[in-house]
């Protein structure tokens, strides 16, 4: 089942959309790239049975505001977050985070200076390198691609998703979290987003980390091919009090492959 966004607010740098499930203290989820809130399907309503929940489509992505002329670095996403836990007026909530999610929420609290209860790391964007092979191949041809939709392309950002989970998901999963870079305007979209992923914007965190003094979950795929699992206690090593869980038979996208896990560990540590 889709998890439908059925509110809007409105950002300095643009339309968010968002919802809110449950009821008690209040948990935000954050996505990474190149999926959408709907990654969070499995694991929101999970979640929502002790805690208000909200989960939101990035700028740039799903059902928020997309236009190619967007600054839709991580940079940027951690303003909107910081901007967005204003607006919804949430008093130091605990987050959730994924991929360039993990990278948006530490500089919401690290650069921005928005506090957080507790802070989730699953499969997360943290400490250079990140930058997947095959993206940077992607990003060096970002130029050079004509006319869209390209079918090469289209090839190329399938296989690459291919690789994000343990084993291949259904049809109508694939479809609802990465359908929307189909298309003549959905590959411009996507290679938008590659042009501005940009490893200088989590530099500033690494000095910072050792800073942090609230709760922190590292929540990890044991077969992330993305982002390797040895990562993960790179950054367990690098946040003091951290704790480290690994998903066994979980891909980068450990949440799709294992959502009962997930939540379990989720429902743990915000307990």
């Avoid at 003094?213 to 992330?224: K, T």
Wanted: aromatic share 6%.
């Amino acid at each position: 089942m889709a998890l439908e966004l059925t509110q809007r607010v409105r950002t300095s740098r643009g339309e968010i959309a968002f919802d809110v499930l449950g009821e008690g203290p209040p948990v935000v989820l954050v996505h990474g790239t190149p999926s959408r809130a709907s990654v969070w399907r499995q694991v929101a309503p999970a979640l929502a049975d002790a805690h208000r929940v909200y989960v939101f489509d990035l700028l740039g992505f799903g059902d928020s505001e997309r236009h190619l002329d967007q600054e839709v670095s991580v940079a940027v996403h951690g303003r909107v977050l910081a901007e967005l836990i204003g607006l919804w007026e949430l008093v130091d909530p605990a987050v959730v985070a994924h991929d360039i999610g993990g990278a948006t929420a530490l500089r919401a609290h690290l650069v921005e200076g928005v506090a957080f209860a507790k802070i989730a790391l699953l499969d997360a964007v943290v400490l250079r390198p990140w930058i997947t092979p095959t993206t940077r191949q992607m990003q060096r041809r970002v130029g050079r691609y004509g006319s869209l939709p390209d079918p090469a392309l289209a090839d190329s950002i399938r296989e690459h998703l291919g690789g994000a989970t343990s084993r291949p998901l259904a049809p109508e999963a694939f479809d609802e979290l990465f359908g929307q870079w189909a298309g003549a305007r959905g590959q411009a979209l996507y290679l938008r987003n590659l042009a501005q992923l940009d490893e200088s914007d989590t530099e500033v965190l690494e000095p910072l980390l050792a800073s942090i003094s609230v709760p922190v979950l590292i929540l990890w795929g044991a077969e992330d091919a993305w982002l390797p699992v040895a990562t993960s206690s790179r950054i367990a090593a690098a946040i003091p009090g951290a704790r480290r869980v690994v998903v066994p038979d979980a891909g980068h996208f450990s949440m799709a492959d294992q959502p009962r896990a997930v939540a379990a560990a989720l429902r743990r540590f915000l307990a």
